[in-house]
């Protein structure tokens, strides 16, 4: 099917098209986006420009690093780490808010209440001076916001919650609600920094005229090395061990630093990047989707927010002047989202077994 | 071949004569256990005692269960609750011991030291004043012993652990070879009372005679009614749910009352009880080992020693004045050992799933 279009034009033109279908589709994104920050009710389109703009830098990017023999080299190098901040800064709000809805909703659960229903009273509540960004999942929760003394023995009990839970979510409330108020600010100034303005202007430059090279390298090789470069990643993963059920292997350093756990979870993060790339060299080589690697992907997905937000529970519980109760709280939260990403491993192990069944 | 040994006999001499065997071997083990506990030396030896001596009290009290129409009712009813406050007393100060076993392999699991060699210190640590039962494995993992002021504050960290990890560990000891201590003296009190020595009477007079009843039953109904009392128990356990990895039912209280775990474990437990009576009627037909059922049955033994150690990290965590480290670490533990038991549901339902295949 590739091959069929391949055959019909030269790399270089393959190459062209779909970057500048992405340099399009970044911009126009852009444009939303500022369409909908100086719009008082546009703060879910906001929300929704800012993912696409994500996702048409991330998709650019990769195709730059994987691409490269085909593209103007220097211009190619120079824009993929600019393309990466961009991406970057514009993820950390959404992941700050994306961390507090899976820990609020862990620990929910954890309090034997996953289908409580929300205080009548919480719609009520008046919102924070923070953005959008995630409020609208702490408001589905049900969540009283946390106090502004920021004393942690002042939460009240939302319902369905033990004091430890309810003062643990009050805690990891405040924090991580400031922590989305800072990525917001960052991310607004990043849109309003020279250094943005130059990534715009270089994105644009590539929805007109792709700088090629003079190399007549096909597409195909260079897509296979994007592939086994992830092979190669996922050959040097624990999958073994992670096939094999509550293997208690993410926890082992639940009570040890958080620079072992980020030692142990380093491959699988590294093999998520590298899927990545390959699924967008596949999206070059209109490969079609693979529900395989969307699988494995996601899995891998799941692992990274897990251990950020077991990392961010850790991190909430050497808060000073905190109750027992709350880091009681906190520590089985913390235990549960390792857990987590224990299980995103056996779910990805899963997936990759299907895949192995699949490529010959 | 159970059937062709039956056909020799009638129900009742068989019945009698595994009988006999066990209130022998309970007579055995309870000289043993008072010639070992006269014996400074004789630590080792009394354990083991107690436990042969526990071991042919549940199963002389379980055939009196399954088989009671076929022995003196009255005799039968009255003697099994008795035996069953026997066993369940030697079992306490043993249960204790495991507990804190397996608390501190998990706190050292946890704390990313699993192979950590015990502290050369250790060995000369002053040996506290408590039975034997479990000290060895407490030393195994190079454990201080708690101070005897009983500080959560004062424990110092013992190599490869956390601050928080040593100090859950030292007041797990504290509390839970206090229990010990108070099982052990328990123990003792109970073989000096008069409502043992009742008990060992009736057993002697089981080694002798075993007072059967005029009834002409034969056994298989009776087994088959125990296999048929763990088949119904076992159908109204969700093992569609156990049988799903990383399902994380079992943490689903993790932040509620204990009472909600208790009720939530409460049918594993009872398919547990009923599991050893079934296993105790096939040794009377003498069906031979069946490694199907043994395997069932280690993973709900499994799932009650994690049960009752969460429920004990729980439990430590609710003390006064403990540090927020102490209190986190205890989180993570509870947590930890939550997970065991999900594990061991899992691990029982695939036993099973053997089991159903064997028998049609």
Do not use: C
């Not at 279908?21 to 369409?35: D, G, K, P």
């Not at 993912?51 to 650019?60: F, S």
């Not at 593209?71 to 800064?89: F, H, I, M, N, V």
Request: charged residues 25%; hydrophobic residues 45%; without cysteine.
């Amino acid at each position: 099917m590739a091959q069929q279009h391949l055959d019909e034009s030269t790399a270089g033109e393959v190459l062209a098209a779909h970057l500048r279908a992405q340099a399009t589709e970044f911009l126009r994104s852009l444009r939303l986006h500022r369409e909908s920050t100086t719009d008082a009710q546009g703060a879910e389109e906001s929300l929704e420009a800012a993912r696409a703009l994500r996702r048409a830098a991330r998709r650019i990017g990769g195709t730059l690093h994987t691409f490269r023999p085909l593209l103007d080299q220097e211009w190619a190098t120079d824009l993929r780490p600019e393309l990466a901040w961009l991406s970057g800064t514009l993820a950390r709000e959404h992941a700050y808010a994306t961390r507090l809805e899976r820990l609020l909703d862990a620990l929910h659960r954890l309090s034997g209440a996953p289908g409580v229903p929300p205080p009548a009273a919480a719609e009520s509540v008046a919102a924070p001076a923070v953005p959008a960004v995630g409020r609208r999942s702490a408001r589905r929760n049900g969540w009283a916001q946390p106090s502004p003394q920021g004393a942690d023995e002042q939460g009240g009990a939302p319902r369905g919650l033990t004091v430890g839970a309810a003062k643990a979510a009050a805690l990891l409330e405040r924090q991580l609600t400031l922590a989305r108020t800072r990525a917001h600010s960052t991310a607004l100034q990043a849109f309003g920094s020279s250094r943005f303005h130059a990534v715009a202007d270089n994105v644009a430059v590539l929805a007109s005229e792709v700088p090629l090279s003079a190399s007549r390298e096909a597409l195909e090789p260079l897509a296979a090395k994007a592939e086994s470069n992830l092979a190669e990643a996922v050959a040097a993963l624990p999958l073994g061990q992670a096939g094999h059920p509550y293997n208690a292997e993410a926890l082992v350093h639940g009570l040890a630093t958080e620079a072992a756990n980020e030692a142990q979870d380093a491959p699988w993060l590294k093999a998520r990047a590298l899927l990545r790339l390959h699924r967008y060299a596949q999206e070059v080589l209109r490969a079609g989707d693979d529900l395989r690697l969307t699988d494995a992907g996601h899995a891998l997905d799941r692992h990274r927010e897990a251990a950020d937000a077991a990392s961010a529970a850790a991190s909430a519980a050497r808060t000073p002047r905190i109750a027992p109760a709350t880091a009681y709280a906190l520590g089985v939260l913390h235990a549960d989202q390792r857990h987590e990403v224990e299980a995103a491993r056996f779910d990805f192990h899963q997936a990759w077994l299907r895949e192995a069944v699949r490529t010959p």
